[in-house]
């Protein structure tokens, strides 16, 4: 029987957890913005100490659920729908982060009522497409969402649920001061030494039996009982929670009544095996905690450019070799043949090792010799890489986050596009890993971060930081409030442990890993450059994913001269020369038509080129594009256009000196032409076995958008 007290108690506790929810959903509607992030993380926290507080925060949740359904059919315009996202995410953690039984009327209302968004627009949609299919498979299989999460996050090995992650965070040293890198490391990575394998499956055990059967699971003497028990006999019962879980995810809801039984029968056979019993004494209302651990995180610093694709080629090979015989035999037989060009015979063990090691430093196949078949899996993986495709659940998921500034991510465009371009010649991750990116902004520079609703110019090196808020306000507010906080933690760096509030960077890089599903896809530029030496041209070829700055050097000191006066002065300014006549070519870009024009433009001594969005601006023509900017030597006279392919040449022999994503150690001097156009996905060309001299275009080419993107997760996404 239920304890009156708690009873008299409940009207407070949802009161409060009401003013928590509102406080919350009011600051992502930019209303508060005193505590971006922080109160997500409090909510969470008191979910984590109390978590019989789960039921009323689900009750709470469909409510705000139902207004945000009134909203959206009473407003116009997408605003209503990015008030939906926040919602949907909150819904779902606390679901995985429960430990109590949510009854299944909750679960029928919450079914109900995200069928409803189901017509919203993409990613919208998507969203609660995906949160409608873990709350069906939690309604059914009560536990499954924490059982799964924690078996692949902890690289529990079972047979039944073989799906594993591997997290890493790669911080750019341009970035990171050796203090403020030793203080991150330590927060990050303190959860891995505390890391107990059989106590991770103890908890599991427990959560799935006190979710499953409530109140009929006593959970302070279930604690007992398999803290008693040996760990062989843990790991026994843990393989039997996984097989009775996945047996009734296979069967559906037909499964679940079957399921219900086999863990009362377990829950019947634990007590037995450990000699506890059940006294009047023990509370069945009371709910064990069972807080979901944070993964096992490596942290390095990203010197080189190549360490990316050295990590993830070594962990390809690790689950290579990690696989059945039989597998592992096709593969090897596979790499003798592609690369020596016919059939040897098979290769010893030791002998694999070495050619494992060898493919990793030479790409000899050449395009000819890839697989048709291989050739559609990285287009497939293309589309799985857009908002609302179905997760991966065939391969081992890596997920990578980067952190720092714009140099940052374009180190990480750069390095994308090389795993691309390799994987199109032999796929070596492909197969194995699916790769999933996450960036948190941080910045060794004291500018804020621009609000969601306006872009603005004075970011910074974070621009890609702010757009990304821009197109998805719950980033803005759960990860853009980072960089603030990352910076503290070089000050406390002094401290023996971390305490409760400095855990937050750790807990909220676990909530982003895990509700940050839909990708942002950032458009990659290629840039051509055409430079002259001692009367010797050569060319170099880049690629850019956020700025692109070229000036010339003998203007530089003009333009510096001219900010730093007074605008009133400068507009009296009578000054002629404003820069040099350079050529441009380019394609306008428009709402109706794509017009071709050449010409000259006005007076510059430099150029600004920032790729953009479709989803991020409004009266876009509905493509991604790039925004020119012509600067003079007065800001008055300076010139905007937008284009997606621009040519640009400079005369009377001046030269360039261009700088790609903020990054100085990637500047180019005496440059005297550069050509910008999107850049093609090398894993979307598939030469067609009709003709040999040029390339055909196959029928699922015109579905597939095939410029290079960078894809970027966070809780929204953008569907274009």
């Known amino acids: 029987m239920a304890d009156p007290a708690a009873d008299v108690g409940l009207p407070t506790v949802e009161s409060s957890l009401r003013n928590n929810l509102q406080a919350l959903f009011k600051e992502v509607n930019g209303q508060s913005?005193?505590?971006?992030?922080?109160?997500?993380?409090?909510?969470?926290k008191k979910l984590e100490s109390d978590p019989s507080c789960s039921v009323s925060l689900v009750r709470l949740l469909l409510q705000e659920l139902e207004k945000k359904l009134e909203a959206v059919s009473t407003t116009h315009g997408t605003r209503p729908y990015e008030h939906v996202i926040p919602v949907l995410h909150t819904l779902y953690y606390v679901v995985i982060q429960s430990g109590a039984m949510i009854p299944s009327s909750l679960y029928q209302t919450a079914y109900e009522r995200l069928i409803k968004l189901l017509i919203l627009p993409?990613?919208?949609?998507?969203?609660?497409?995906?949160?409608?299919?873990?709350?069906?498979?939690?309604?059914?299989?009560?536990?499954?969402?924490?059982?799964?999460?924690?078996?692949?996050?902890?690289?529990?090995?079972?047979?039944?649920?073989?799906?594993?992650?591997?997290?890493?965070?790669?911080?750019?040293?341009?970035?990171?001061?050796?203090?403020?890198?030793?203080?991150?490391?330590?927060?990050?990575?303190?959860?891995?030494?505390?890391?107990?394998?059989?106590?991770?499956?103890?908890?599991?055990?427990?959560?799935?039996?006190?979710?499953?059967?409530?109140?009929?699971?006593?959970?302070?003497?279930?604690?007992?009982?398999?803290?008693?028990?040996?760990?062989?006999?843990?790991?026994?019962?843990?393989?039997e929670v996984v097989a009775a879980m996945e047996q009734s995810i296979q069967g559906g809801a037909g499964g679940r009544a079957k399921y219900l039984n086999r863990l009362h029968d377990m829950y019947g056979d634990i007590l037995t095996a450990s000699k506890e019993e059940i006294t009047t004494a023990d509370d069945c209302t009371s709910v064990h905690c069972t807080a979901l651990p944070a993964p096992e995180i490596t942290f390095l610093l990203w010197r080189q450019e190549e360490d990316l694709w050295n990590l993830l080629a070594n962990l390809a090979l690790c689950g290579s070799r990690n696989s059945s015989v039989d597998e592992e035999t096709k593969d090897r037989r596979h790499s003798v043949r592609s690369e020596d060009g016919g059939t040897q015979p098979d290769l010893r063990e030791r002998d694999f090792d070495y050619r494992a090691q060898a493919l990793v430093r030479n790409r000899m196949c050449a395009f000819k010799n890839m697989k048709p078949a291989d050739k559609l899996t990285l287009m497939s993986e293309k589309i799985e890489a857009s908002p609302g495709s179905s997760p991966d659940r065939r391969r081992h998921a890596t997920r990578v986050v980067v952190m720092g500034d714009d140099r940052v991510l374009g180190r990480l465009a750069r390095a994308y596009h090389s795993i691309r371009e390799r994987e199109s010649k032999r796929l070596v991750l492909t197969k194995k890993l699916n790769l999933q990116l996450y960036y948190i902004p941080v910045t060794d520079m004291e500018a804020p971060l621009c609000p969601p609703d306006i872009p603005c110019q004075g970011e910074g090196r974070l621009s890609l930081a702010s757009l990304l808020g821009r197109v998805d306000p719950w980033y803005n507010s759960s990860i853009n409030s980072l960089p603030a906080a990352i910076s503290k933690l070089a000050g406390k760096h002094n401290q023996s442990e971390p305490s409760p509030q400095n855990l937050y960077l750790l807990d909220t890089l676990c909530y982003y890993l895990r509700c940050g599903t839909q990708p942002v896809n950032l458009p990659l530029y290629s840039v051509k450059m055409t430079r002259s030496s001692c009367n010797v041209s050569s060319v170099v070829e880049e690629v850019f994913v956020s700025h692109l700055e070229a000036e010339l050097p003998e203007f530089r000191h003009l333009k510096e001269k001219s900010a730093k006066e007074p605008s009133a002065r400068r507009k009296k300014s009578?000054?002629?020369?404003?820069?040099?006549?350079?050529?441009?070519?380019?394609?306008?870009i428009s709402v109706s038509k794509r017009d071709v024009v050449k010409g000259e433009a006005s007076m510059a001594c430099g150029v600004v080129i920032t790729p953009e969005l479709a989803a991020g601006t409004s009266g876009s023509s509905g493509k991604d594009y790039l925004n020119v900017r012509f600067d003079s030597v007065n800001p008055g006279h300076n010139k905007q256009i937008q284009t997606q392919n621009i040519s640009i040449k400079t005369l009377e022999e001046r030269t360039l000196s261009v700088c790609l994503d903020r990054d100085s150690r990637r500047t180019y001097t005496n440059v005297q032409r550069i050509e910008i156009c999107p850049f093609l996905d090398p894993g979307c060309s598939i030469r067609s076995r009709f003709s040999v001299s040029s390339e055909r275009e196959p029928p699922l080419s015109k579905y597939l958008d095939e410029v290079l993107s960078l894809p970027i997760n966070t809780f929204t996404g953008v569907t274009i």
């Not at 005193?34 to 993380?41: A, E, P």
């Open 122 to 239: 993409k990613p919208y949609s998507a969203v609660a497409l995906s949160t409608l299919r873990s709350i069906r498979m939690e309604m059914i299989t009560p536990g499954s969402l924490y059982q799964r999460r924690v078996t692949a996050e902890q690289r529990l090995k079972n047979e039944h649920y073989t799906l594993q992650e591997k997290v890493f965070v790669l911080a750019d040293p341009a970035v990171f001061s050796p203090r403020l890198e030793a203080a991150v490391r330590g927060h990050l990575e303190a959860s891995g030494s505390l890391r107990n394998t059989a106590a991770v499956r103890r908890a599991a055990v427990l959560r799935v039996l006190q979710t499953g059967l409530g109140t009929s699971c006593q959970s302070s003497g279930l604690a007992r009982a398999l803290e008693a028990l040996e760990d062989h006999v843990v790991e026994k019962y843990f393989q």
């Open 574 to 588: 009578t000054v002629d020369v404003f820069g040099a006549v350079m050529s441009v070519s380019y394609t306008k």
């Open 33 to 44: 913005t005193s505590q971006k992030g922080m109160l997500r993380w409090r909510v969470e």
